[in-house]
């Protein structure tokens, strides 16, 4: 027994040894293994906590930066859609007037020289210093001209006729000055500017006339020439030159031109440089005339120097210049000067030019990038934090596993509940962030009072800023949504487009039209228009665009102006037709199509010519009648084929006689049972106030197709238009 107790002594009322100090050890060894295994998992918690936020940062940098190109690229689609052909839209504007000068006064050029003798012979004048700042005419000539000569004198006093008229238009349009040139080397010229004809001892200077480009193009190309971007020869401003050769029986008799200056355009061209954005404007022949750019390949160079974009050996950079001055192009990224480009263009009507934007990647990538460097600056900040807070916790938890040896099992799982239970609550809810749930909250769980509280801390401040930045780029979205209501001014503008102030002709007691157009959409693709082509021809359209909405409507706009500007050159219906037809499948790459009725009113007769481009028949009632349908010939599609032929037919309006036309929106209207409003319906509407006026005719049929289809949807664009021929008093009188 002695020997069995020599193993056990007391020290101080402390046993040691036995089965106390066994159990001891036990309880030591038993904690040392446990907080040995508890520092492990604290560990690999740790690491695969630092993994996971890594992994989680990235998909947020990911889906801030797809978020944010996907918004600029929409952002940059409309906003440049629309001030690119703004812009294409007010310079196609500036030419058109120079146009309208000189076929104005080549018209009555023309008359002039097919009848000379009934013209007097007018006086013609040289430049005066005197009238330096006043419109005046003068006439000029190329060296060595003996303006005597009985032969050039005769022609210029036959051409002073136009002195007037010549005066008038220039006073009235956007031209710096307007001239009529003769094949014999003079010209007579009417602007504001005589001082500037005289060289620095008061000579009057000569001009080459039959050597300037402008007469030149228009005698070799017998049709409207515009010049290139030139300086003019007196005033030295930078100018273009617009002319259109006069024939007398296939021969040459006069080039008639116009002048305009184009320092605005330049100035206004040179202030679109933003940031690296910037407008430019290119010609038909592939250069660049106006660019605030001095290097590169969208650069302004002289025009023996200049490149030719249409024939750049980046080819896609020709593709779009060339899709650029056929049509309004989308947007693109092509490569421009060694930098990814944004880019879009718009042809210039009249002129065949084409206004162009550019807009750098990288400059529309900036806020992308901001938002990035940001992003990054919060995640270092917070994984410099997460460190340090790691670094802390461990040197806390060596201390923890000294103190927990001494302070035992108690503290042990004290000390468990305090730093592994947070650690597994934080690692679970950071899995758990994705999708639109990526707001990291404190919980009372994690309020340690430690670095494992930082850490937490450290979490909510990162996906609070993550979050922030998301709603940021949201609110970008938010901002597409109110350019869309901007398509509400879309539907104003084409509204106006159309004929819409009725009475149309107040003046004209012998006919009586109205006409309207409801889309189906926020624009259409129907449309109609009515303009007199002379005193006594009426001319009527109706059509209907293929397919509906924003590309329909400028497929619209562009038919509408192709046929209206036919119809103005006094051609038979069959023949405007088939013009449009070959004018559109000149450049149809969409293959979009167009059907169209188009008549042509002899309002002193009621004689009415009309062709049908695959159109709905148009409705006639003559007087004392009822309305019934006209079945006439239908042709083919305006833009389904090249080559369609038209053909034409008469009908003969008496006093007292309606037409009635109208797109299919209004037979094939469709009722909540999907019944069609059809063409029996259509005949009642028509005929249940024969009597009506052409306003009341277009209400009565719209009210019975309102009836029908109650509150279903509209699909389709609804068109009307309404003719009463009265008749002229002559006709009226007869039997």
Not at 347 to 370: C, F, M, R, T, Y
């Amino acid at each position: 027994m002695k020997e069995s107790n020599r193993s056990v002594k007391r020290i101080k009322k402390i046993l040691i040894g036995g089965i106390k100090q066994k159990i001891f050890n036990l309880v030591i060894i038993t904690i040392v293994l446990i907080m040995a295994a508890y520092s492990a998992v604290i560990l690999y918690q740790s690491s695969h906590l630092t993994d996971l936020v890594r992994e989680t940062n990235e998909s947020q940098k990911k889906s801030i930066t797809s978020i944010s190109e996907r918004t600029m690229s929409e952002i940059l689609d409309s906003n440049l859609t629309q001030s690119t052909q703004q812009q294409a839209y007010i310079a196609g504007d500036l030419f058109s007037d120079a146009v309208r000068v000189v076929h104005v006064i080549a018209d009555y050029t023309g008359k002039l020289f097919a009848d000379p003798g009934n013209y007097p012979v007018r006086e013609f004048a040289l430049p005066d210093m005197a009238k330096d700042g006043e419109i005046s005419s003068q006439v000029l000539s190329e060296e060595g001209i003996d303006l005597s000569d009985p032969v050039i004198s005769k022609k210029l006093g036959l051409i002073g006729n136009l002195t007037d008229l010549m005066t008038a238009v220039y006073a009235d349009a956007n031209v710096d000055s307007c001239y009529v040139a003769l094949p014999e080397g003079v010209m007579l010229l009417v602007d504001d500017h005589s001082g500037t004809k005289f060289d620095e001892n008061g000579k009057i200077l000569p001009i080459p006339i039959r050597e300037r480009l402008w007469y030149k193009g228009a005698a070799e190309t017998g049709k409207l020439h515009y010049t290139d971007v030139t300086t003019d020869i007196f005033t030295g401003e930078i100018s273009i030159m617009c002319s259109l050769p006069v024939y007398n029986n296939g021969q040459l008799i006069a080039v008639v031109g116009a002048d305009l200056f184009l320092n605005d355009v330049s100035k206004a061209v040179n202030n679109t440089a933003r940031s690296g954005s910037f407008i430019c404007i290119v010609n038909q022949k592939g250069h660049v005339l106006f660019s605030p750019q001095t290097e590169g390949v969208f650069s302004v160079r002289p025009e023996g120097e200049a490149k030719d974009l249409l024939s750049s050996e980046n080819t896609e950079l020709a593709a779009f210049v060339r899709d650029s001055l056929a049509k309004n192009t989308e947007l693109r990224m092509i490569e421009v000067d060694g930098e990814q480009c944004y880019v879009i263009g718009a042809p210039i009507q009249n002129v065949g030019w084409a206004v162009i934007s550019v807009v750098p990647k990288s400059l529309a990538d900036q806020p992308a990038e901001a938002m990035l460097t940001q992003f990054n600056n919060i995640q270092n900040g917070a994984i410099d934090t997460y460190k340090k807070g790691i670094a802390n916790a461990q040197i806390t938890i060596i201390v923890l596993l000294l103190a927990v040896v001494i302070v035992a099992v108690t503290a042990a799982v004290i000390l468990s509940k305090r730093i592994v239970k947070p650690l597994e609550a934080i690692t679970a809810r950071v899995r758990s962030l994705g999708g639109n749930d990526l707001q990291f909250h404190m919980e009372d769980a994690y309020r340690t009072h430690d670095e494992i509280e930082v850490l937490a801390e450290s979490f909510a401040m990162l996906s609070g800023k993550t979050v922030e930045y998301i709603a940021t780029v949201e609110r970008v979205t938010a901002e597409k949504e109110r350019i869309s209501a901007e398509l509400s001014l879309a539907t104003r503008i084409q509204a106006d487009m159309l004929p819409n102030i009725f009475p149309a002709f107040p003046g004209r007691p012998e006919f009586d039209i109205y006409a309207s157009m409801d889309p189906a959409k926020e624009v259409g693709g129907d449309f109609y228009d009515f303009f007199l082509i002379d005193d006594d021809h009426l001319c009527m359209v109706i059509a209907d665009v293929s397919g509906k909405g924003i590309p329909a409507a400028l497929f619209m706009m562009a038919s509408k102006n192709i046929l209206a500007n036919n119809a103005m050159i006094s051609k038979s219906p069959a023949q405007i037709l088939t013009d449009t037809n070959a004018a559109i499948c000149s450049n149809n790459r969409e293959q979009m199509f167009v059907t169209a009725w188009l008549g042509i009113l002899e309002i002193s007769t009621g004689n009415l010519t009309a062709a049908n481009a695959g159109h709905e028949y148009p409705v006639l009632m003559q007087p004392d009648g009822r309305f019934e349908f006209y079945k006439d010939k239908h042709g083919l599609v305006i833009g389904g084929m090249d080559g369609v032929k038209y053909k034409e037919y008469e009908i003969m309006l008496k006093p007292g006689a309606k037409l009635f036309l109208y797109t299919d929106g209004v037979p094939e209207a469709t009722n909540a049972e999907q019944e069609l409003f059809g063409s029996e319906r259509l005949l009642e509407a028509l005929n249940s106030e024969v009597s009506a006026t052409p306003e009341q005719v277009l209400e009565n049929v719209r009210a019975h197709v309102d009836a029908f289809v109650k509150q279903a949807e509209q699909f389709d664009d609804l068109t009307m238009l309404c003719l009463e021929y009265k008749g002229t008093d002559e006709l009226n009188k007869l039997p």
